[in-house]
């Protein structure tokens, strides 16, 4: 069982910054991958980056690459995301997952937290 908390978010310009938090919890929690995903009203939920849990492998979305990264803090049990340059098109509801899968396969992300909005505004 993992439990993942997501804060952070908020309204920022564009061309800000936000710094997304994931807290995560359980017996076996630091075994899982974490990903951030996001879901923009009518569109479907994306996978945007992830972080293996044993090593620095990560995957991004071609939309984000450059912008954004991914980290870890183990002995936090937090994993983060930093959002630079922020676009319009960025606005969506974020997510944390994880998974025991491949980190770049969205249909193996199986606990998820409750989501965080970013919104941005012109």
């Known amino acids: 069982q993992v439990t993942l908390v997501e804060s952070g978010g908020g309204l920022v310009q564009a061309g800000g910054s936000l710094r997304l938090s994931c807290a995560v919890s359980g017996r076996t929690s630091s075994t899982y991958s974490k990903g951030w995903f996001r879901q923009a009203p009518g569109k479907e939920r994306e996978l945007v980056s992830a972080?293996?849990?044993?090593?620095?492998?990560?995957y991004y979305a071609d939309s984000v690459k450059g912008r954004f990264t991914i980290s870890r803090d183990n002995a936090r049990n937090t994993v983060y995301l930093q959002m630079n340059n922020l676009k319009l098109s960025d606005a969506a509801v974020y997510y944390c997952a994880a998974t025991r899968g491949s980190l770049d396969n969205p249909t193996n992300y199986r606990s998820w937290g409750q989501g965080t909005q970013v919104i941005v505004s012109s």
């Open positions: 972080i293996n849990w044993s090593n620095d492998n990560t």
